[in-house]
């Protein structure tokens, strides 16, 4: 008969492999002949998510989180199940003790693997807050993403789109620049950012990033229309 180990070593094999309902018999027969085991209870947590079924992903995250609380995943999943019912506070008190645990230690001193993981559960969390109109929330959440991964462009591209959203337009045009400084072909923040100019009123900055965009990608809509707008400016 199976013991402990190999139930939960079946258990995360089939759950790895997305078979969730043969999964979770391996892992509710390994929680009850074994002692409690936080990552047990994290993909158990995740099943029941899958499954709609809220109240048990709820208890068996909390049950992961509280026997771990630097579990980096079972915290993520817990805070954006949170978020997904509207409890919003809850989901900031979990993000807020996530944060408050690794920044016990120095930031240079923390892996770099545990680094990613935390800005990405960070852009993660505002990722919904943006998808719910919270735009302020979403900016702090790529703020904090940032402090951990600053090279990650792609988080600092959402945050100049909410800071775009927000009115925000000095920074984010900052912000866009300092990516394109680092990949001139990131054709998706030269768009925006010559957008930004020409709402500003810097028409020849403007005009200069859609012509660079139509380099790369000459059957661009957005830059080519920007481009008949700023001619029809300059004729007037």
Do not use: C
């Amino acid at each position: 008969m199976p013991d402990f180990r190999e139930y939960v070593e079946k258990g995360t094999e089939l759950f790895k492999a997305e078979k969730y309902e043969d999964a979770e018999g391996y892992l509710l027969e390994a929680l009850r002949i074994g002692k409690p085991f936080a990552d047990v209870y994290y993909m158990l947590g995740v099943i029941a998510w899958h499954r709609n079924d809220y109240e048990n992903a709820r208890r068996y995250l909390e049950e992961a989180v509280n026997m771990n609380p630097g579990y980096v995943e079972a915290a993520t999943n817990l805070a954006l199940l949170y978020n997904e019912h509207g409890e919003y506070e809850k989901a900031n008190q979990v993000h807020r003790k996530m944060r408050e645990i690794v920044e016990a230690r120095k930031t240079s001193d923390i892996e770099p693997y545990l680094k990613s993981k935390v800005a990405n559960m960070y852009a993660e969390i505002g990722d919904v807050f943006k998808g719910a109109g919270h735009l302020i929330f979403a900016e702090r959440e790529y703020r904090r993403a940032l402090d951990f991964a600053p090279e990650y462009l792609d988080i600092k591209f959402k945050l100049a789109m909410v800071l775009k959203e927000r009115g925000e337009r000095d920074e984010a045009i900052q912000i866009l620049k300092e990516i394109l400084t680092k990949n001139p072909n990131f054709n998706n923040a030269r768009i925006n950012l010559g957008i930004l100019l020409f709402l500003s009123g810097r028409r020849d900055e403007s005009r200069y990033h859609f012509e660079e965009v139509l380099k790369r990608d000459p059957e661009n809509k957005n830059a080519q229309m920007y481009i008949r707008l700023i001619e029809q400016h300059q004729i007037k």
